[in-house]
């Protein structure tokens, strides 16, 4: 716990000098673009041979799971060798990437809100985020095995990551255009309720997923409460050094 608050004191010192920098950094791209992420990828993120194969591989994790057999099927489905395989030095972890960033970007066009809705920021970010969620229904009895591919060292970093640009895509559909220091506390209090949403999805058993929803209405509450208290700088960094730990076991880890 210690070494994760020393680490978050690190990362928002150097946060609270950048901060001006990013403000106009974001203002510009939104000025520019009529759609905008910063971790959103341009040009598209995966070459053609590795969508096809990739795409093919994620067909067949229903019935295999998020592993070696499911790639070396999905590139015999995509027409080519087994051998082909190789094409991914990550292995399995990049058949998972591809899922979570296909996912990340079908949201744009898989959630939209009319210009004259009334529906208010965090009901948009429920919805996003439920949406996101369900796109792991027919994959759901495999993400365990996921997580705990995501939850090893060497590829703790790029899931991370990931997590994050999810994080700032929701906001960003949503209509958040802030661009002070709550740019950082929301997308990292969001990363946090979705890894945990998504831990729970894994056990519920319930109707279209009824009780996940209800889980991520009370964390989305949660969340909004210590946003609306968290005035100064120690009390953001307790804040975070909670929910990384929270993340992380959720994660398998131990923390």
Not at 148 to 174: K, Q
Not at 219 to 224: G, S, T, Y
Request: charged share 20%; hydrophobic share 40%.
């Amino acid at each position: 716990m210690a070494m994760i608050q020393s680490s978050s004191i690190s990362v928002l010192r150097s946060s609270r000098h950048h901060i001006t920098a990013k403000c106009s950094y974001v203002s510009h791209l939104l000025s520019r673009r009529s759609y905008f992420s910063v971790h959103h990828p341009y040009p598209p993120p995966f070459p053609p041979a590795h969508e096809k194969i990739l795409s093919c591989a994620l067909d067949r994790v229903p019935q295999y799971g998020f592993t070696e057999e499911a790639l070396k099927l999905g590139s015999r489905d995509a027409g080519y060798l087994d051998v082909s395989v190789q094409l991914f030095p990550r292995g399995v972890f990049d058949l998972i990437n591809y899922h979570l960033v296909s996912q990340r970007l079908a949201l744009k066009d898989g959630v939209q809100f009319p210009e004259n809705t009334h529906q208010g920021l965090t009901s948009k970010v429920r919805t996003l985020v439920m949406s996101r969620l369900r796109a792991n229904r027919d994959i759901i009895h495999q993400w365990q095995g996921a997580l705990g591919h995501m939850s090893l060292l060497e590829n703790i970093p790029a899931s991370l990551r990931e997590l994050n640009a999810l994080s700032d895509e929701i906001w960003y559909l949503a209509g958040d255009t802030t661009v002070d220091f709550s740019w950082y506390t929301k997308r990292a209090s969001l990363a946090a309720v979705y890894a945990s949403s998504e831990v729970f999805m894994t056990t519920d058993t319930s109707a279209d997923y009824a009780a996940t929803e209800e889980f991520l209405s009370r964390r989305l509450q949660d969340a909004r409460a210590v946003g609306s208290t968290v005035g100064g700088l120690g009390q953001y960094i307790g804040f975070w050094a909670g929910s990384s730990v929270g993340l992380a076991r959720s994660w398998g880890l131990k923390v």
